[in-house]
């Protein structure tokens, strides 16, 4: 157990849960996820569905280099672990802590968004285009779709740190912090299995 | 509206409605909203049935004649029948459960208004001159660029997808809602049977309509960008489109029946002043209603060619459907056994819907069994079977409903004579219309087809039909003209306005004050008022002294948020993506301004509460 | 979902000294990690035939998506069980989605 030195006494242990309008927020945006996975489980059966029509564009395999996935997966995950840590923080009650956590996120977010955009263009010269294939299509918008919830957090936990400055650690502001959060970790859950099937499932079919 | 000293900003008038996030409001707006895409669907079906009255008519062309069953299909369905629903949702849940509001009053308020301008933009296609023309279901190739090149289909993809939005939206927040929200003593096992029908409803919406928001975004990016997830020719498949739409399409019909379920249920009950036979049952049959309901998505698509294993797994599984069914229409007979019935409208409604509906679902079965279905697909006997389940399932069930609730609603009483009027012209007319239309299709007369040679032996059944719908067309008409009688009228509901309710909304003034509850209510048992009526008391027992209510603050946000949308869906369409953008930057924008500008409402304190601020 | 459910007895009020320390999330995080790394060795070492490849694949994003909604996303701790309900039912449609687009539409 670390130390909590910064316990106001005003707060209760978990802030993001102590009111109702809390709570029913949390609920609501747990169920929200609900949806979103079958979202992205629609996006993915199709994907699934047309992977192999590629039409006169590259196979998956010649495409994909596993290097850089790789490292998005490192930068995503990493990201994912400093949000949990701002959590937990803000379980502390440790302000400072918490935003130097949340901005670390940030930053990994962006980076992630930045080896995106950048091997979206590099598919691009490479002849895998939106249009190219049915497989080209469903790529980019499965992909794509997981790059906006990235772009989307970004901003969200953004508007957020802002907030936290501006009116500081309350329970208004604790859960919004928990629930970007909890989104966070759902945009990584969802590119555990968009590296999976997506990318090294490319690789092995070849 | 009472005087408040408090600083947020209370408005009146048209103001107060485009603010409101009160969910007797919202409901009322969904029903204004959902009767007036209830006539123009209406319409469209008569506009229809004049066409098809004798052989080889030419009172409309035969595109206007795709536009029309394209439109009626899909007005009907999302933007009538969907939130007529939400409109008794939002009137009745929160108060059947004793809850102050929803969970989420400003997405309530959002979700009402994105599908509104969802469906003012698909309607507006009548003027811009490029209808869907595509079904309901808007299969590819027909809806893909190749065969259908104008915007016609693009008014259906975004359309839908804005009216999408908030119909989710309402599924979380209904489903938050009864899970966060129910008053102190109200266990699962408790809740009202038309709370636990909403309940389940909502858990569809929000695990089938996502696959709809899919659908339609890969169609719009096939259709607007250049994409390939249905163009056969790029290795896209016109199956995969089939597929999405009925994983969604099918848990879409139990969406709408299930709640016309929940409503019979209260009703029957009410008027045959019983408890609801087999409850528990009752809550199992409408879980595994749903479980099974989106399980049997291919038996749209028999004649796809999915192979015989396929076909006869999911002709079993939607088989099975009609066993939980079953369960509930003995359960409602033997509600009605021995109970001494009153004859009033909504119940006329109710013990009309009963036989109706296991009409549809007769059909249903007849339907499922694959072989068969290679007869009956694409007749008019699939036309039959689902206006028996849609209309005879889940209109009557709305109109149950509506004249049900309606004292609840709005204070007064609907005029009982007229109301019988309605139901039997409505009732005969729905009989005359789609009865016969089974024996159309099996006669081999093909749907969605604008015209059909004489000598067929079609002629007069279909003249038969088209009298029918005429008739239907006469009982909405005796309906609007008793809501307008009653407007005229005083509002002078009683609070139980029809002595024998049984749930918590009847315990309440009719209209209840806009916190509903001034004390929320002790829940001692299943029919919570009820129960307390024949204990002899003449009010809830409260779960909490009298104190200052808090509510939620008005907001024109969600307004000015689904214009956004509005704006950037024509945009998109057209082309401009700088409108799209702006359209969308005002949407975000509105959800930062949410975001960081807190919403602390205000508070009703107890001398205000007297006055009896009504909705 | 997980053994050390070490939140599940305390009680509303008593729970101050019970607060999370960094290290199961580091935990959490090792394993993840270690997951990812066998995933892409599989595929990287090229020597495994592909069906065992797609099995060793989807095991390890499963356990790793289990791991992460414990930990991370609070699922172990009490009162979620509407969120699990709500994450296993988009799962349920998920899977019939997916058992579609493999089996009728791409083979």
Known sequence: MSAHDHVDGQLPHEPEKATLEARNKILGFWIFLGAETVLFGTLFSAFLALRHNIGDGPTANELFQLPLVFAATMILLTSSLTSVFAVQALHHHNKRAMIGWLVVTIVLGLGFLGLEIYEFIHYVHEGHGFTTSAFSSSFYTLVGFHGAHVAFGVVWIAIVIGQIFKKGLTVVTAPKVYISAIYWHFIDVVWVFIFTVVYLMGKVAG | MAAHGHTVKRYSGLMDWLTTVDHKKIGILYLIAGLFFFLIGGLEAIVMRIQLMKPMNDVVSADTFNELLTMHGTTMIFLAAMPMLFALMNAVIPLQIGARDVAFPFLNSLGFWTFFFGGLLLNLSWFAGAVPDAGWTSYVPLAGPTYNSGHGVDYYVIGLQIAGIGTLLGGINFMATIINMRAPGLSFMRLPMFTWTIFITSALIVFAFPVLTVGLVALMFDRLFHANFFEVGNGGSSVLWEHIFWVFGHPEVYILILPAFGIISEVVSTFSRKRLFGYSSMVFATVLIAFLGFMVWAHHMFTTGLGPVANGLFSIATMLIAVPTGVKIFNWLFTLWGGSIRFTTANLFGIGFIPTFVMGGVTGVMLASAPADFQYHDSYFVVAHFHYVIVGGLIFGIFSGLHYWWPKMFGRMLNETLGKITFWTFFIGFHMTFFIQHFLGLLGMPRRVYTYLGGQGYDDMNFISTIGAFLMGVGTIAFLLNVFIAWAKPRNAAGDAWEDGRTLEWSIPSPPPEYNFQQTPLVRGYDAWWKEKMDGKTAMTPAEPIGSIHMPSPSILPLIMSIGLFIAGFGFMYDRLIVGGIGLAITLGCMVIRSLYDDHGFHIEPEDQEKGVHA | ?107
Do not use: C
Request: proline share 2%; glycine share 6%.
């Open chain 3, 1 to 107: 979902m997980s053994s050390n459910h070490d939140h599940a007895a305390s009680g509303e009020a008593t729970k101050r000294h019970k607060v999370e320390g960094p290290q199961k999330h580091i935990v959490g995080f090792v394993m993840s990690l270690a997951l990812t790394i066998i995933a892409f060795a599989a595929v990287s070492a090229g020597e495994i035939n592909a069906t065992f490849t797609y099995i060793i694949l989807v095991s390890m994003a499963v356990i790793q998506v289990f791991i992460q909604m414990a930990f991370w996303m609070h699922m172990k701790d009490r009162g979620h069980l509407f969120p699990i309900i709500g994450i296993l039912a988009g799962v349920f449609v998920v899977f019939t989605m997916v058992v579609m687009a493999l089996y009728w539409v791409w083979w």
